[in-house]
C-alpha cells in the first residue's frame, strides 16, 4: 500500500475529499490549496492527485482527491474548527445549464439527509447539495443509464452508482447509500426521487502496482436519531428482577419503561442477556441467539421491544464478536474435533513452544490477569494445542480471518435486526483481529488493560478490523430505519477512535478519553476540542460518557486522588477512598456539562440516581473475573454493578420482591431509591430529568461549541445555541456571567458560582 495511504489507517485524518463547486460554465472558483492539488498524477508514490472535472452539460462539479500527507495536512487543519463544521448553512444554487437539481423540498429542509433528492434524466447532470457539500457528476450514458436501470429493480437499500468516471487511470464512483424505506418507484420520464441517506464518494485508483483503496466522503452530519441521542445503559442483571432469584431479567425492564421515558432517554442498551453461563457476566455468550432462562425468553425480548418503541424508546443489543462462551457449541466441536480441523480455525488454536509444546504460543496476557493462552487436553488424554482467550479462560476468541466466522456474525445481526433492534453496541470493537505471526508483547506497566495508553498492540486495532465493520455497515443499511453500530473501542485518543467511525464503519464509538478525563479544567477542554474536531472530521457524532459497567462510576471515580487512579476498581484496601460529596458534587456537575455538549451522550444506570461505587462490598460477595485472575490483587468492576435501588422501604429496595440481591445493596442507599428522590426538586433524579428536558427543548444535540474567555483557567464555559454553560473546576467561587439560570447542578446564591458546580443559563 502505498504512503498516503497507509497514513489514513494510522490515524491521519481518514478522508480527504474536496469539493470545488463551478458557478458556471467556464466560471471556476480555484482557491489556492486546489492549484496546489492540481497537476499531480495518479502514480504510486509521490503526491495523488484524482480530479474529475465535469465535461457534460451542467459543468457543475469538480471533486478533488489528494492522498498526499500535505494536502491531508491542510485538509485537518481547516477541519480543526468545529463551530464551521457543524454550523454551515445549506446551500442551494440555481443549476446554470443542468436538466435537475435538488428539490425545493430540500431548501427548507436544511441539514436534513432524509430530504428528496431528484435524480436526473438521462443523460442530464445531477446534483446533491448536501450540508455545503456538494457532489455533481455530469456523466453521460453508460453509468446514468445503469443507474436508471437499477433504480427500477433495487429494493432494501442497496448502493447506488450514480456517477463515474475516469481520469488519469483512476476510476471514480459517487454512491448514494439508501434505505428500503427511502426508494419509491421511480417516476415518469426517467427521473427517480430517492431519500438521500448518505453520499459518499470513493475512488479505486489503480496505479503501476495496481493499488486499490477508497476514501470516503464523510457524510455530512444529519438527521439520525443517535447523532444526537441520550442512550442510557442498562445492566439486566443488576437493573430489575422480576423472578425473585436476585438478579434481574428482562421483563424487570418492561416493568420500568415508563420510568426511563420519564427520565426522558432517546434509547436504551442492554449488556447481554443471551444464553450464557455467565462467566463474566453475559460477556460469555453461548448461543447468540437465544435468550438466557436467567433473563426471560425471546418473548420477553420481543415484548419489551414493542413496548419501548411503543414509548419512542429505542433498542440496542450489545454484540460480542471478539470471543464466545467456552460452553459454544462451536467451542466444544473445535475441542473434540482436535488439532488441523475446520472446526479448530474458527478459534485461535496453536502449538505450544518449548520442547513438549508446554510454553503458550507467545507471550500475550489476559486483560482479566493472568496468560492468554489455555492449554487443552486431546482426545488421547494427553496435553494438547492452546487456546487465545484475551479475556478468562471461558471466553476463546474468534479466529475473524476465518469466513465461517464472518458469516456466523453476519446471520447473527440479522437475527436481532429482523426482530426489530435498532442497532448493536460491539463488545471489544478495536480487539477482533490479531497481528499476523501474532507477536509477543509486553505492555508497558502503568498500561491499560484494554489498550488505553497503548500503541502498536498486536491485539488492538490492528488494520484489518475495519473491514469487518465496513461489511456490517452495508448490511445495517439494507434495513429500514437509521440502525446504529457503536463500537466500544478503548483507544487513547479521539483522533484515533474516530477511525472506526468513519462514514463507511461504524456510526458512534464510546468516548472513553473523555470519561478518562480527570476533573481539571484544562484536560476538560482539551479533550472537548479533540472530540469536536476528530469526530465530526469523519462524518460522526461525539459520544460522551461518564460512566459504565466497567469502571468506577463517576460520583467516586472523579473524586479520586492520584494515589489510587480509576484503573481496576476499588475496594476496603485501596488507598486514597473517595469523599462521597466530594463526588457526588463533581459527578453532577460533570455531567451537567456532559449533556449541554453537542453529540450523543451514555448514560449507565444508576448515575440518574447519583450512585457511588460501592467500596465495601465483602471479599466473598466479589464476582468479577478480574478479582479471582489476579488473586484479589485488583478489585475489578462489581462496585459499580450494585442492583439498583427502586423503592426506600422495600426488600432489596424494589429491586427483587424477595429481597434477594447478586451483590448485596449497601444500607444508605434508601435514601438514593428513586421514589424517595423523585418528589425532591434537588435530587439528582430530579437534575437528570431537567437536564434531559433542557437539552431536547434546545437542541443540544445538534448544536455547536463555542467556548467563552474571561473565566479563569478553573473554569469551563461555552456556549451552545441559546445555552450559556459554566462550570467552576476550581476551589474558589467565581462570578457568574449576566443571565437566568436555567438549572444548576448545586445550590448557587449571591450572583457566584460555588466549586464543583455547574450552571445553564439563557439570556436574561
Ligand atoms: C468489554 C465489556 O464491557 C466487559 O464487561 C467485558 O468483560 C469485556 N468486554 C469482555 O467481553
Redesign the pocket.
Known amino acids: 500500500m502505498q504512503p498516503g495511504l497507509d497514513a489514513l489507517e494510522d490515524g491521519a485524518p481518514p478522508e480527504v475529499l474536496e469539493l470545488h463547486e463551478d458557478r458556471g460554465p467556464g466560471d471556476r472558483r480555484i482557491d489556492r490549496d486546489e492549484q496546489l492539488m492540481r497537476g499531480g498524477e495518479c502514480a504510486a508514490g509521490g503526491e495523488h492527485v484524482v480530479e474529475e472535472e465535469d465535461a457534460g452539460s451542467g459543468g457543475e462539479v469538480v471533486v478533488h482527491l489528494d492522498d498526499s500527507l500535505a494536502v491531508l495536512q491542510r485538509v485537518a487543519d481547516r477541519r480543526r474548527r468545529p463551530r464551521q463544521l457543524s454550523g454551515l448553512p445549506h446551500r442551494h444554487e440555481a443549476d446554470p445549464g443542468g436538466d435537475r437539481r435538488c428539490s425545493g423540498e430540500e431548501e427548507t429542509a436544511s441539514f436534513d439527509p432524509g430530504h428528496d433528492v431528484e435524480l436526473p434524466r438521462e443523460g442530464g447532470d445531477q446534483r446533491i447539495d448536501h450540508r455545503a457539500q456538494r457532489v455533481g457528476v455530469g456523466e453521460e450514458g453508460r453509468d446514468v443509464a445503469e443507474l436508471h436501470a437499477r433504480l427500477g429493480v433495487v429494493r432494501h437499500g442497496a448502493d447506488q452508482r450514480f456517477g463515474a468516471g475516469e481520469s488519469g487511470g483512476c476510476r471514480h464512483a459517487a454512491t448514494l447509500l439508501a434505505t428500503p424505506t427511502a426508494l419509491p418507484p421511480a417516476l415518469g420520464g426517467g427521473n427517480a426521487k430517492v431519500g438521500c441517506k448518505r453520499l459518499q464518494y470513493s475512488v479505486a485508483m489503480t496505479t503501476p502496482d495496481t493499488v486499490t483503496s477508497s476514501a470516503l466522503l464523510a457524510d455530512a452530519p444529519g438527521s439520525e436519531w443517535w447523532r444526537t441521542a441520550v442512550i442510557y445503559q442498562i445492566y439486566p442483571r443488576s437493573f430489575a428482577d422480576t423472578s425473585g432469584d436476585g438478579i434481574g431479567d428482562l421483563p424487570g425492564v418492561t416493568a420500568h419503561l415508563d420510568d426511563l421515558a420519564e427520565l426522558g432517554v432517546d434509547a436504551i442498551w442492554l449488556s447481554p442477556f443471551m444464553r450464557s453461563p455467565q462467566k ?2 453475559g ?1 460469555d455468550v453461548a448461543d447468540y441467539c437465544d435468550v438466557d432462562p436467567l433473563f426471560g425468553t425471546l418473548a420477553d425480548f420481543d415484548e419489551m421491544l414493542e413496548a419501548a418503541h411503543a414509548r419512542d424508546i429505542r433498542v440496542i443489543v450489545d454484540l ?1 464478536p ?2 464466545s462462551s467456552d460452553q459454544h457449541t462451536w467451542f466444544q466441536q473445535a475441542l473434540a474435533a482436535g488439532p488441523g480441523s475446520v472446526e479448530r480455525q474458527r478459534y485461535i488454536f496453536r502449538e505450544g513452544r518449548g520442547l513438549e509444546g508446554e510454553v503458550p504460543p507467545n507471550n500475550w496476557e489476559s486483560v482479566f490477569g493472568g496468560p492468554a493462552w489455555t492449554r487443552v487436553i486431546e482426545a488421547d488424554g494427553r496435553p494438547g494445542q492452546w487456546y487465545l482467550h484475551l ?1 478468562d479462560t471461558s ?1 476463546p476468541d474468534f479466529d475473524w480471518s476465518n469466513e465461517e466466522v464472518r458469516e456466523e456474525f453476519r446471520r447473527i445481526l440479522r437475527f436481532w435486526l429482523d426482530r426489530g433492534a435498532d442497532g448493536f453496541r460491539v ?2 470493537a478495536h480487539g477482533l483481529v490479531k497481528a499476523e505471526g501474532l507477536p509477543d508483547y509486553t505492555p508497558p506497566a502503568d498500561a491499560d488493560s484494554m489498550g488505553g495508553a497503548e500503541a502498536d498492540v498486536p491485539y488492538w486495532g490492528q488494520a484489518g478490523v475495519h473491514d469487518v465493520y465496513r461489511d456490517w455497515n452495508r448490511l445495517l443499511a439494507e434495513y429500514e430505519g437509521d440502525r446504529v453500530l457503536a463500537a ?1 473501542a478503548w483507544l487513547p485518543t479521539a483522533d484515533k477512535t474516530a477511525l472506526w467511525v468513519r462514514s463507511d464503519e461504524m456510526h458512534q464509538a464510546f468516548n472513553f478519553p473523555y470519561l478518562q478525563t480527570p476533573w481539571g479544567a484544562d484536560e476538560l477542554r482539551e479533550v472537548i476540542d479533540e472530540s469536536l474536531r476528530a469526530f465530526p472530521a469523519v462524518g460522526a457524532p461525539s459520544t460522551w460518557v461518564l460512566s459504565n ?2 469502571v468506577v462510576r463517576h460520583a467516586s471515580r472523579l473524586a479520586l486522588t492520584a494515589e489510587n487512579p480509576q484503573g481496576h476498581g476499588i475496594g476496603p484496601k485501596s488507598a486514597g477512598k473517595p469523599i462521597p460529596d466530594v463526588g457526588l458534587r463533581r459527578a453532577r456537575a460533570a455531567t451537567t456539562v456532559m449533556l449541554a455538549l453537542p453529540g450523543s451522550a451514555y448514560l449507565y444506570q444508576g448515575e440518574e440516581l447519583g450512585l457511588p461505587e460501592v467500596v465495601d462490598l465483602p471479599d466473598d460477595a466479589r464476582q468479577d473475573p478480574t478479582w479471582f485472575r489476579t488473586g484479589g490483587e485488583r478489585y475489578g ?1 462489581d462496585g459499580c454493578r450494585v442492583p439498583l435501588p427502586w423503592t426506600a422501604d422495600d426488600p432489596a429496595f424494589g429491586f427483587s420482591q424477595t429481597g434477594a440481591s447478586w451483590l448485596p445493596q449497601p444500607a444508605e442507599w434508601a435514601a438514593l431509591a428513586r421514589d424517595a428522590q423523585r418528589g425532591d426538586g434537588s435530587s439528582t433524579l430530579s437534575l437528570y430529568r431537567t437536564l434531559l428536558a433542557e437539552r431536547r427543548a434546545h437542541a443540544l444535540g445538534a448544536g455547536s461549541l463555542e467556548w467563552l474567555d474571561g473565566f479563569g483557567d478553573d473554569v469551563i464555559a461555552f456556549r451552545n445555541g441559546g445555552v450559556t454553560v459554566v462550570a467552576n473546576l476550581g476551589s474558589e467561587p467565581v462570578a457568574l456571567p449576566a443571565g437566568d439560570i436555567l438549572l444548576a447542578s448545586g445550590p448557587v446564591e449571591g450572583g457566584s458560582l460555588p466549586v464543583d458546580t455547574a450552571v445553564w443559563l439563557t439570556e436574561a
Open positions: 463474566d457476566a460477556y460480542v471478539n470471543h479475556f471466553q463488545d471489544v466500544e459497567h466497567d468492576r
